[in-house]
Protein backbone atom coordinates (compact mmCIF):
# COMPACT_ATOMS: atom_id res chain seq x y z
CA UNK A 1 0.00 0.00 0.00
CA UNK A 2 3.08 2.39 0.90
CA UNK A 3 4.33 1.65 -2.82
CA UNK A 4 1.03 2.72 -4.44
CA UNK A 5 1.11 6.16 -2.60
CA UNK A 6 4.49 6.90 -2.56
CA UNK A 7 4.56 7.29 -6.74
CA UNK A 8 1.60 10.02 -6.70
CA UNK A 9 3.10 11.46 -3.67
CA UNK A 10 6.32 11.87 -5.44
CA UNK A 11 4.30 13.74 -8.40
CA UNK A 12 2.85 16.08 -6.20
CA UNK A 13 6.15 16.66 -4.43
CA UNK A 14 8.23 16.96 -7.72
CA UNK A 15 5.12 18.93 -9.86
CA UNK A 16 3.70 21.14 -7.19
CA UNK A 17 5.85 21.91 -4.13
CA UNK A 18 9.57 22.37 -5.39
CA UNK A 19 8.40 24.32 -8.47
CA UNK A 20 5.97 26.23 -5.75
CA UNK A 21 8.93 26.87 -3.21
CA UNK A 22 11.48 27.67 -5.99
CA UNK A 23 8.98 30.37 -7.43
CA UNK A 24 8.24 31.97 -3.88
CA UNK A 25 12.10 32.23 -3.43
CA UNK A 26 12.45 33.69 -7.45
CA UNK A 27 9.30 35.99 -6.59
CA UNK A 28 11.15 37.00 -3.31
CA UNK A 29 14.68 37.92 -4.62
CA UNK A 30 12.87 39.59 -7.81
CA UNK A 31 10.78 41.95 -5.58
CA UNK A 32 13.40 44.83 -6.04
CA UNK A 33 12.91 44.46 -10.06
CA UNK A 34 9.37 44.70 -9.41
CA UNK A 35 9.69 47.90 -7.67
CA UNK A 36 11.94 49.19 -9.99
CA UNK A 37 9.09 48.70 -12.47
CA UNK A 38 6.14 49.45 -10.62
CA UNK A 39 8.26 53.37 -10.30
CA UNK A 40 9.04 53.81 -13.67
CA UNK A 41 5.58 52.94 -14.75
CA UNK A 42 3.79 55.15 -12.41
CA UNK A 43 6.47 57.85 -13.27
CA UNK A 44 5.62 57.20 -16.89
CA UNK A 45 1.58 58.20 -15.69
CA UNK A 46 2.85 61.26 -14.27
CA UNK A 47 4.65 62.63 -17.14
CA UNK A 48 1.37 61.71 -18.85
CA UNK A 49 -0.37 64.28 -16.44
CA UNK A 50 2.27 66.66 -16.99
CA UNK A 51 2.44 66.63 -20.52
CA UNK A 52 -1.93 67.01 -21.06
CA UNK A 53 -1.26 70.17 -19.14
CA UNK A 54 1.38 71.48 -21.26
CA UNK A 55 -0.85 70.46 -24.10
CA UNK A 56 -3.75 72.61 -22.53
CA UNK A 57 -1.70 75.27 -22.38
CA UNK A 58 0.18 74.95 -25.65
CA UNK A 59 -3.72 74.57 -27.54
CA UNK A 60 -5.10 77.69 -25.73
CA UNK A 61 -1.85 79.97 -26.72
CA UNK A 62 -2.92 78.58 -30.34
CA UNK A 63 -6.43 79.75 -30.05
CA UNK A 64 -5.52 83.47 -28.89
CA UNK A 65 -3.31 82.86 -32.21
CA UNK A 66 -5.64 81.52 -34.54
CA UNK A 67 -8.32 84.31 -33.02
CA UNK A 68 -5.55 86.98 -34.41
CA UNK A 69 -5.28 85.02 -37.76
CA UNK A 70 -9.20 85.49 -38.18
CA UNK A 71 -9.07 89.35 -37.21
CA UNK A 72 -6.18 89.86 -39.93
CA UNK A 73 -8.97 88.38 -42.57
CA UNK A 74 -11.24 91.10 -42.07
CA UNK A 75 -11.01 94.66 -43.79
CA UNK A 76 -8.65 97.41 -41.96
CA UNK A 77 -11.69 99.43 -40.29
CA UNK A 78 -12.97 96.23 -38.94
CA UNK A 79 -9.82 94.70 -37.57
CA UNK A 80 -8.93 97.75 -35.83
CA UNK A 81 -12.54 97.24 -34.00
CA UNK A 82 -11.81 93.66 -33.49
CA UNK A 83 -8.82 94.14 -31.93
CA UNK A 84 -10.06 96.12 -29.16
CA UNK A 85 -12.49 93.41 -28.61
CA UNK A 86 -10.21 90.65 -28.95
CA UNK A 87 -7.95 92.68 -26.04
CA UNK A 88 -11.02 93.15 -23.79
CA UNK A 89 -12.55 89.48 -24.05
CA UNK A 90 -8.92 88.18 -22.81
CA UNK A 91 -7.89 90.25 -19.79
CA UNK A 92 -4.80 87.69 -19.69
CA UNK A 93 -3.20 89.52 -22.59
CA UNK A 94 -1.83 93.33 -21.29
CA UNK A 95 -0.42 94.07 -24.45
CA UNK A 96 -1.13 92.88 -28.77
CA UNK A 97 1.51 93.99 -30.40
CA UNK A 98 1.23 94.32 -34.37
CA UNK A 99 4.42 95.06 -36.57
CA UNK A 100 4.73 94.77 -40.99
CA UNK A 101 6.82 92.22 -41.70
CA UNK A 102 8.94 93.65 -44.66
CA UNK A 103 12.73 93.04 -44.99
CA UNK A 104 12.70 93.15 -41.13
CA UNK A 105 10.91 94.34 -38.21
CA UNK A 106 10.23 98.43 -37.67
CA UNK A 107 10.39 97.83 -33.72
CA UNK A 108 8.47 101.12 -33.39
CA UNK A 109 5.54 99.81 -35.48
CA UNK A 110 5.37 96.71 -33.36
CA UNK A 111 5.30 98.78 -29.93
CA UNK A 112 2.95 101.52 -30.79
CA UNK A 113 0.19 100.32 -28.48
CA UNK A 114 1.51 100.33 -25.59
CA UNK A 115 2.89 103.32 -23.76
CA UNK A 116 5.30 101.72 -21.32
CA UNK A 117 8.80 102.86 -22.18
CA UNK A 118 11.05 99.64 -20.93
CA UNK A 119 8.94 97.51 -22.63
CA UNK A 120 9.47 99.30 -26.10
CA UNK A 121 13.08 99.27 -25.41
CA UNK A 122 12.89 95.60 -24.42
CA UNK A 123 11.36 94.39 -26.92
CA UNK A 124 13.66 96.58 -29.70
CA UNK A 125 16.52 94.46 -27.93
CA UNK A 126 14.69 90.85 -28.19
CA UNK A 127 13.70 91.64 -31.60
CA UNK A 128 17.27 92.24 -33.08
CA UNK A 129 18.62 89.30 -30.78
CA UNK A 130 15.70 86.91 -32.06
CA UNK A 131 16.21 87.93 -36.09
CA UNK A 132 16.63 84.35 -37.10
CA UNK A 133 13.58 83.37 -34.91
CA UNK A 134 11.12 85.86 -36.64
CA UNK A 135 12.53 84.85 -40.42
CA UNK A 136 11.88 81.40 -39.10
CA UNK A 137 8.78 82.29 -38.18
CA UNK A 138 7.50 83.22 -41.76
CA UNK A 139 9.20 80.31 -43.82
CA UNK A 140 6.93 78.08 -40.83
CA UNK A 141 3.95 80.29 -41.85
CA UNK A 142 4.67 80.13 -45.96
CA UNK A 143 4.39 76.32 -44.96
CA UNK A 144 0.91 76.52 -44.02
CA UNK A 145 2.78 75.98 -39.83
CA UNK A 146 2.05 78.52 -37.91
CA UNK A 147 4.80 78.54 -35.17
CA UNK A 148 4.60 80.29 -31.35
CA UNK A 149 7.65 81.33 -30.26
CA UNK A 150 8.27 82.03 -26.78
CA UNK A 151 9.95 85.10 -25.63
CA UNK A 152 11.23 85.70 -21.82
CA UNK A 153 10.63 89.52 -21.06
CA UNK A 154 13.45 89.81 -18.48
CA UNK A 155 13.03 92.84 -17.07
CA UNK A 156 9.70 92.09 -15.88
CA UNK A 157 8.84 88.59 -14.39
CA UNK A 158 4.86 89.30 -14.26
CA UNK A 159 5.12 89.80 -18.25
CA UNK A 160 5.92 86.97 -20.82
CA UNK A 161 5.69 87.48 -24.48
CA UNK A 162 4.72 85.19 -27.43
CA UNK A 163 5.62 85.96 -31.15
CA UNK A 164 3.88 84.64 -34.46
CA UNK A 165 3.68 85.36 -37.81
CA UNK A 166 0.12 85.82 -39.21
CA UNK A 167 -0.74 87.22 -42.71
CA UNK A 168 -3.89 89.01 -44.36
CA UNK A 169 -6.50 88.36 -47.41
CA UNK A 170 -3.39 89.88 -49.39
CA UNK A 171 -0.64 87.48 -48.27
CA UNK A 172 1.11 90.36 -46.57
CA UNK A 173 2.86 89.38 -43.56
CA UNK A 174 2.74 90.68 -39.94
CA UNK A 175 4.85 90.30 -36.83
CA UNK A 176 2.22 89.76 -34.22
CA UNK A 177 2.97 89.47 -30.17
CA UNK A 178 0.82 88.73 -27.29
CA UNK A 179 2.24 90.12 -24.00
CA UNK A 180 0.60 87.90 -21.48
CA UNK A 181 0.55 88.82 -17.34
CA UNK A 182 2.03 85.59 -16.38
CA UNK A 183 -0.06 85.50 -12.68
CA UNK A 184 -2.80 85.85 -14.95
CA UNK A 185 -2.16 83.73 -17.25
CA UNK A 186 -1.70 80.88 -14.43
CA UNK A 187 -4.45 81.59 -12.37
CA UNK A 188 -7.23 82.07 -15.12
CA UNK A 189 -6.28 79.68 -17.90
CA UNK A 190 -4.23 76.82 -16.11
CA UNK A 191 -5.68 76.75 -12.92
CA UNK A 192 -8.69 75.31 -13.29
CA UNK A 193 -6.85 72.66 -15.47
CA UNK A 194 -4.73 71.81 -12.64
CA UNK A 195 -7.47 71.43 -10.49
CA UNK A 196 -8.99 69.22 -12.53
CA UNK A 197 -5.91 66.89 -13.52
CA UNK A 198 -4.75 66.74 -9.75
CA UNK A 199 -7.84 65.50 -8.54
CA UNK A 200 -8.04 64.42 -4.42
CA UNK A 201 -4.48 62.31 -5.29
CA UNK A 202 -1.69 64.47 -6.71
CA UNK A 203 -0.24 67.91 -5.68
CA UNK A 204 0.87 69.85 -8.72
CA UNK A 205 2.99 73.31 -8.68
CA UNK A 206 4.15 75.67 -10.52
CA UNK A 207 8.04 76.37 -10.04
CA UNK A 208 10.80 79.02 -10.94
CA UNK A 209 13.98 77.38 -12.13
CA UNK A 210 16.17 80.11 -11.26
CA UNK A 211 15.09 80.12 -7.41
CA UNK A 212 13.30 77.15 -7.36
CA UNK A 213 10.10 79.36 -5.60
CA UNK A 214 6.52 77.91 -6.21
CA UNK A 215 4.58 80.18 -7.52
CA UNK A 216 1.64 77.98 -8.07
CA UNK A 217 0.25 74.87 -5.77
CA UNK A 218 -3.14 73.17 -6.45
CA UNK A 219 -3.79 72.19 -2.92
CA UNK A 220 -2.54 74.96 -0.62
CA UNK A 221 -2.31 73.11 2.78
CA UNK A 222 1.14 73.67 4.97
CA UNK A 223 2.22 69.85 5.44
CA UNK A 224 2.06 69.36 1.63
CA UNK A 225 4.89 72.75 0.74
CA UNK A 226 8.01 70.39 1.14
CA UNK A 227 9.08 70.94 -2.61
CA UNK A 228 9.91 67.48 -2.72
CA UNK A 229 8.47 66.12 -6.22
CA UNK A 230 7.90 62.84 -7.99
CA UNK A 231 8.30 64.52 -11.35
CA UNK A 232 9.72 68.12 -12.59
CA UNK A 233 9.14 68.88 -15.82
CA UNK A 234 9.83 71.85 -17.75
CA UNK A 235 6.99 74.09 -18.89
CA UNK A 236 7.23 74.72 -22.52
CA UNK A 237 5.32 78.18 -23.28
CA UNK A 238 7.09 79.85 -19.90
CA UNK A 239 10.63 78.22 -19.93
CA UNK A 240 12.06 80.06 -16.87
CA UNK A 241 8.66 77.75 -15.12
CA UNK A 242 8.68 73.60 -14.24
CA UNK A 243 5.88 72.16 -13.97
CA UNK A 244 6.17 69.34 -10.72
CA UNK A 245 3.69 66.47 -9.46
CA UNK A 246 3.75 64.30 -6.11
CA UNK A 247 1.31 62.29 -4.89
CA UNK A 248 -0.64 63.16 -2.12
CA UNK A 249 -0.34 61.42 1.14
CA UNK A 250 1.78 58.73 1.03
CA UNK A 251 5.00 58.72 -1.61
CA UNK A 252 4.83 55.70 -4.51
CA UNK A 253 8.37 54.48 -2.57
CA UNK A 254 5.89 54.01 0.46
CA UNK A 255 3.56 52.41 -1.48
CA UNK A 256 5.95 49.84 -3.44
CA UNK A 257 7.39 49.12 0.26
CA UNK A 258 4.14 47.92 1.95
CA UNK A 259 3.43 46.10 -1.17
CA UNK A 260 6.39 44.22 -1.02
CA UNK A 261 5.97 43.22 2.72
CA UNK A 262 2.30 42.37 1.23
CA UNK A 263 3.98 40.33 -1.15
CA UNK A 264 6.26 38.24 0.80
CA UNK A 265 3.17 37.43 3.35
CA UNK A 266 0.71 36.42 0.60
CA UNK A 267 3.59 34.28 -1.04
CA UNK A 268 4.31 33.00 2.49
CA UNK A 269 0.85 32.15 3.13
CA UNK A 270 -0.03 30.86 -0.16
CA UNK A 271 3.11 28.35 0.36
CA UNK A 272 1.29 27.07 3.64
CA UNK A 273 -1.96 26.76 1.56
CA UNK A 274 -0.44 24.61 -0.88
CA UNK A 275 0.98 22.42 1.61
CA UNK A 276 -2.07 22.08 3.53
CA UNK A 277 -3.64 21.33 0.51
CA UNK A 278 -1.29 18.42 -1.02
CA UNK A 279 -3.11 15.57 0.22
CA UNK A 280 -6.34 16.67 -1.76
CA UNK A 281 -4.67 17.76 -4.57
CA UNK A 282 -2.61 14.01 -4.79
CA UNK A 283 -5.98 12.52 -6.42
CA UNK A 284 -7.03 14.72 -8.65
CA UNK A 285 -3.00 15.64 -10.51
CA UNK A 286 -4.36 13.89 -13.60
CA UNK A 287 -7.25 15.73 -14.07
CA UNK A 288 -5.83 18.89 -13.27
CA UNK A 289 -3.23 18.65 -15.75
CA UNK A 290 -5.41 17.75 -18.56
CA UNK A 291 -7.52 20.70 -17.22
CA UNK A 292 -4.68 23.30 -17.38
CA UNK A 293 -3.91 22.06 -21.17
CA UNK A 294 -7.32 22.96 -22.21
CA UNK A 295 -7.35 26.13 -20.50
CA UNK A 296 -4.26 26.98 -21.94
CA UNK A 297 -4.66 25.93 -25.36
CA UNK A 298 -7.89 28.18 -24.78
CA UNK A 299 -6.24 30.98 -23.83
CA UNK A 300 -3.65 30.98 -26.37
CA UNK A 301 -5.82 30.53 -29.57
CA UNK A 302 -8.36 33.45 -27.97
CA UNK A 303 -4.99 35.82 -27.65
CA UNK A 304 -4.18 35.37 -31.42
CA UNK A 305 -7.64 35.87 -31.73
CA UNK A 306 -7.95 39.09 -30.28
CA UNK A 307 -3.90 40.21 -31.35
CA UNK A 308 -5.00 40.87 -34.62
CA UNK A 309 -8.09 42.85 -34.65
CA UNK A 310 -5.97 44.76 -31.73
CA UNK A 311 -2.97 45.23 -33.79
CA UNK A 312 -5.21 46.72 -36.59
CA UNK A 313 -6.47 49.06 -34.76
CA UNK A 314 -3.59 50.33 -32.22
CA UNK A 315 -1.46 50.56 -36.03
CA UNK A 316 -4.36 52.93 -36.98
CA UNK A 317 -5.29 54.58 -34.25
CA UNK A 318 -2.25 55.85 -33.85
CA UNK A 319 -1.62 57.27 -37.40
CA UNK A 320 -4.62 58.99 -37.29
CA UNK A 321 -3.30 60.33 -33.65
CA UNK A 322 0.14 61.68 -34.92
CA UNK A 323 -2.16 63.53 -38.13
CA UNK A 324 0.14 61.91 -40.74
CA UNK A 325 -3.26 61.33 -42.82
CA UNK A 326 -3.82 64.76 -44.50
CA UNK A 327 -7.11 63.62 -47.05
CA UNK A 328 -10.01 63.30 -45.79
CA UNK A 329 -11.37 60.50 -47.49
CA UNK A 330 -8.58 58.42 -46.64
CA UNK A 331 -8.75 59.34 -42.77
CA UNK A 332 -12.47 58.17 -43.29
CA UNK A 333 -11.41 54.79 -44.72
CA UNK A 334 -9.13 54.58 -41.15
CA UNK A 335 -11.98 54.99 -39.34
CA UNK A 336 -14.01 52.61 -40.55
CA UNK A 337 -11.12 50.15 -40.34
CA UNK A 338 -11.02 50.85 -36.77
CA UNK A 339 -14.74 50.45 -36.66
CA UNK A 340 -15.22 46.89 -38.18
CA UNK A 341 -12.11 46.05 -36.25
CA UNK A 342 -13.45 46.90 -32.90
CA UNK A 343 -16.73 44.91 -34.45
CA UNK A 344 -14.70 41.87 -34.66
CA UNK A 345 -12.99 42.25 -31.28
CA UNK A 346 -16.42 42.81 -29.92
CA UNK A 347 -17.56 39.69 -31.87
CA UNK A 348 -15.09 37.43 -30.25
CA UNK A 349 -15.69 38.59 -26.73
CA UNK A 350 -19.24 38.14 -26.90
CA UNK A 351 -18.23 34.80 -28.00
CA UNK A 352 -16.61 34.28 -24.35
CA UNK A 353 -19.39 35.73 -22.98
CA UNK A 354 -22.19 34.02 -24.36
CA UNK A 355 -20.43 30.60 -23.67
CA UNK A 356 -20.20 31.18 -19.82
CA UNK A 357 -24.13 32.08 -20.22
CA UNK A 358 -24.59 29.06 -21.93
CA UNK A 359 -22.57 27.22 -19.49
CA UNK A 360 -24.59 28.34 -16.72
CA UNK A 361 -27.68 28.64 -17.86
CA UNK A 362 -28.25 32.79 -18.22
CA UNK A 363 -27.89 32.48 -22.19
CA UNK A 364 -31.69 34.56 -23.41
CA UNK A 365 -32.77 35.30 -26.26
CA UNK A 366 -34.96 38.61 -27.71
CA UNK A 367 -36.95 36.84 -30.26
CA UNK A 368 -38.77 39.83 -33.06
CA UNK A 369 -39.29 39.71 -36.64
CA UNK A 370 -35.54 39.82 -38.58
CA UNK A 371 -34.73 39.78 -42.32
CA UNK A 372 -32.07 36.78 -43.02
CA UNK A 373 -30.83 39.09 -45.95
CA UNK A 374 -30.07 41.92 -43.81
CA UNK A 375 -27.98 40.10 -41.46
CA UNK A 376 -26.31 38.47 -44.07
CA UNK A 377 -25.08 41.89 -46.12
CA UNK A 378 -24.57 44.02 -42.04
CA UNK A 379 -22.16 41.15 -41.09
CA UNK A 380 -20.26 41.20 -44.51
CA UNK A 381 -19.94 44.88 -45.04
CA UNK A 382 -18.29 44.58 -40.96
CA UNK A 383 -16.05 42.02 -41.90
CA UNK A 384 -15.17 43.37 -45.92
CA UNK A 385 -11.71 44.88 -44.58
CA UNK A 386 -10.68 41.62 -42.75
CA UNK A 387 -11.75 39.68 -45.84
CA UNK A 388 -9.99 41.66 -48.34
CA UNK A 389 -6.85 41.58 -46.01
CA UNK A 390 -7.37 37.78 -46.34
CA UNK A 391 -7.52 37.52 -49.51
CA UNK A 392 -11.05 36.45 -49.92
CA UNK A 393 -13.20 36.57 -52.59
CA UNK A 394 -17.15 36.60 -51.52
CA UNK A 395 -20.20 36.05 -53.44
CA UNK A 396 -23.35 37.04 -51.89
CA UNK A 397 -26.75 35.09 -53.97
CA UNK A 398 -29.85 36.93 -51.93
CA UNK A 399 -33.19 35.11 -52.39
CA UNK A 400 -35.39 38.01 -53.24
CA UNK A 401 -38.32 37.15 -52.04
CA UNK A 402 -36.99 35.90 -48.68
CA UNK A 403 -39.71 36.35 -45.98
CA UNK A 404 -38.97 37.37 -42.23
CA UNK A 405 -38.28 35.26 -39.70
CA UNK A 406 -38.80 35.26 -35.35
CA UNK A 407 -34.89 35.36 -34.60
CA UNK A 408 -32.92 36.89 -32.04
CA UNK A 409 -30.74 39.05 -34.28
CA UNK A 410 -27.67 39.45 -32.34
CA UNK A 411 -27.49 35.32 -32.07
CA UNK A 412 -27.97 34.80 -35.52
CA UNK A 413 -25.16 37.47 -36.42
CA UNK A 414 -23.31 35.82 -34.25
CA UNK A 415 -23.62 32.19 -35.61
CA UNK A 416 -23.12 33.66 -38.69
CA UNK A 417 -20.11 35.54 -37.95
CA UNK A 418 -18.77 32.04 -36.30
CA UNK A 419 -19.36 30.35 -39.78
CA UNK A 420 -17.69 32.99 -41.91
CA UNK A 421 -14.35 32.73 -39.28
CA UNK A 422 -14.58 28.88 -39.76
CA UNK A 423 -14.64 28.87 -43.49
CA UNK A 424 -11.54 31.97 -43.36
CA UNK A 425 -9.47 29.63 -40.76
CA UNK A 426 -10.04 26.53 -43.17
CA UNK A 427 -9.20 27.84 -46.59
CA UNK A 428 -6.22 26.98 -47.70
CA UNK A 429 -5.37 28.01 -51.47
CA UNK A 430 -8.33 28.60 -52.93
CA UNK A 431 -9.69 31.64 -50.46
CA UNK A 432 -13.38 31.81 -52.11
CA UNK A 433 -16.81 31.91 -50.18
CA UNK A 434 -19.93 31.54 -51.56
CA UNK A 435 -22.84 32.33 -49.52
CA UNK A 436 -26.79 32.09 -50.29
CA UNK A 437 -30.07 32.77 -48.53
CA UNK A 438 -33.13 31.19 -49.75
CA UNK A 439 -36.10 29.28 -48.53
CA UNK A 440 -37.15 25.44 -47.95
CA UNK A 441 -40.05 24.08 -47.14
CA UNK A 442 -40.87 25.43 -44.04
CA UNK A 443 -37.45 27.23 -43.37
CA UNK A 444 -35.26 30.07 -44.59
CA UNK A 445 -31.53 29.45 -44.70
CA UNK A 446 -28.37 30.80 -45.51
CA UNK A 447 -25.35 28.75 -46.67
CA UNK A 448 -21.68 29.89 -46.28
CA UNK A 449 -19.36 27.38 -48.87
CA UNK A 450 -16.18 27.62 -48.58
CA UNK A 451 -13.25 25.36 -50.75
CA UNK A 452 -11.14 24.40 -47.65
CA UNK A 453 -9.40 21.77 -46.40
CA UNK A 454 -12.87 20.01 -45.94
CA UNK A 455 -13.77 17.35 -42.81
CA UNK A 456 -14.15 14.10 -42.37
CA UNK A 457 -17.41 11.99 -41.58
CA UNK A 458 -15.68 11.19 -38.30
CA UNK A 459 -15.29 14.90 -37.47
CA UNK A 460 -18.47 16.03 -38.03
CA UNK A 461 -19.95 14.29 -35.56
CA UNK A 462 -17.30 15.83 -32.85
CA UNK A 463 -17.10 19.43 -34.59
CA UNK A 464 -20.09 20.99 -32.59
CA UNK A 465 -18.46 20.00 -29.31
CA UNK A 466 -17.35 22.42 -27.12
CA UNK A 467 -13.55 23.28 -27.55
CA UNK A 468 -13.18 20.69 -30.33
CA UNK A 469 -11.05 21.06 -33.34
CA UNK A 470 -10.40 19.94 -36.68
CA UNK A 471 -7.40 17.70 -35.84
CA UNK A 472 -7.01 16.29 -39.73
CA UNK A 473 -4.96 17.93 -42.07
CA UNK A 474 -1.76 20.50 -41.98
CA UNK A 475 -4.04 23.41 -41.92
CA UNK A 476 -6.02 21.94 -38.57
CA UNK A 477 -2.84 22.49 -36.94
CA UNK A 478 -1.71 25.71 -37.87
CA UNK A 479 -5.32 27.19 -37.58
CA UNK A 480 -6.21 29.17 -34.76
CA UNK A 481 -9.41 29.43 -32.69
CA UNK A 482 -11.45 28.87 -29.38
CA UNK A 483 -13.20 25.44 -29.95
CA UNK A 484 -16.45 27.75 -29.01
CA UNK A 485 -17.26 28.61 -31.90
CA UNK A 486 -19.61 25.86 -33.68
CA UNK A 487 -20.82 24.70 -29.97
CA UNK A 488 -22.18 28.62 -30.53
CA UNK A 489 -24.25 28.13 -33.27
CA UNK A 490 -25.13 24.77 -32.63
CA UNK A 491 -26.81 26.26 -29.14
CA UNK A 492 -28.08 29.63 -31.00
CA UNK A 493 -30.31 26.86 -33.58
CA UNK A 494 -31.67 24.79 -30.83
CA UNK A 495 -32.64 28.22 -29.39
CA UNK A 496 -34.37 29.23 -32.68
CA UNK A 497 -35.85 25.41 -33.09
CA UNK A 498 -33.90 25.40 -36.34
CA UNK A 499 -31.26 23.03 -38.04
CA UNK A 500 -27.77 22.84 -38.57
CA UNK A 501 -26.30 20.72 -40.97
CA UNK A 502 -22.88 20.27 -42.55
CA UNK A 503 -21.95 18.98 -46.04
CA UNK A 504 -18.01 18.26 -46.37
CA UNK A 505 -15.58 15.91 -47.80
CA UNK A 506 -11.97 16.18 -47.09
CA UNK A 507 -10.30 18.12 -49.46
CA UNK A 508 -13.38 19.82 -51.61
CA UNK A 509 -14.60 22.27 -49.01
CA UNK A 510 -17.51 22.54 -46.68
CA UNK A 511 -20.57 23.94 -46.92
CA UNK A 512 -22.55 25.15 -43.49
CA UNK A 513 -26.45 25.51 -43.52
CA UNK A 514 -28.78 26.69 -41.09
CA UNK A 515 -32.14 26.49 -41.39
CA UNK A 516 -34.44 28.34 -39.56
CA UNK A 517 -38.33 27.94 -39.02
CA UNK A 518 -40.85 30.95 -40.29
CA UNK A 519 -42.68 33.07 -37.71
CA UNK A 520 -45.37 30.96 -37.31
CA UNK A 521 -43.81 27.68 -37.83
CA UNK A 522 -41.63 28.83 -34.34
CA UNK A 523 -44.80 29.64 -32.29
CA UNK A 524 -46.56 26.67 -33.32
CA UNK A 525 -43.27 24.31 -32.06
CA UNK A 526 -43.50 25.94 -28.59
CA UNK A 527 -47.08 25.81 -28.42
CA UNK A 528 -46.99 22.15 -28.88
CA UNK A 529 -44.05 22.21 -26.40
CA UNK A 530 -46.38 23.99 -23.49
Known amino acids: MKKYFARPWLI??????VPTLLFTAFEIGSLNE???????IYGNQLDAILFSINQYADDAVNHWAKQVNDIFLLSREEREKALIQYRQSNPQINNILIGSYINGIPVEAMAEQTDDAGLKAELKQELVAHADKLNRLKGYLKEGYQKIESVDLKGSREQHLFLFMTRDKVEKYYLAGLVINTERFIGDLLSPRIQAVAGEEFIISLVRRDDDRVVYRSLREADNGNGTFSRRKQFWLLPDYDLAIQKRGQTIEELVRHRTYFNIIL?????LILLAGAWFLFWNVKREMQLAKIKNDFVSNVSHEIRTPLSLISMY???LKLNRIASPEKRQKYYD???????????IVNNILNFSRMESGRRQFFF???ELNHIVETVLLNYSYHLEKKGFTVSFDAAETLPEIEGDYDAISESFINLLDNAIKYSAEVKKLEITTGKEGEYAFVAIRDYGIGISSKEQKLIFDKFYRVTEGELAHM???SGLGLNIVKHNMEAHKGKLVVKSEPGKGSTFIMYFPFGGHRKGDEAEEK
Open 479 to 481: AKG
Open 337 to 347: IIFRETQRLAG
Open 12 to 17: VVIVIM
Open 34 to 40: DEKNIEA
Open 317 to 319: AET
Open 267 to 271: LVVID
Open 368 to 370: KPV
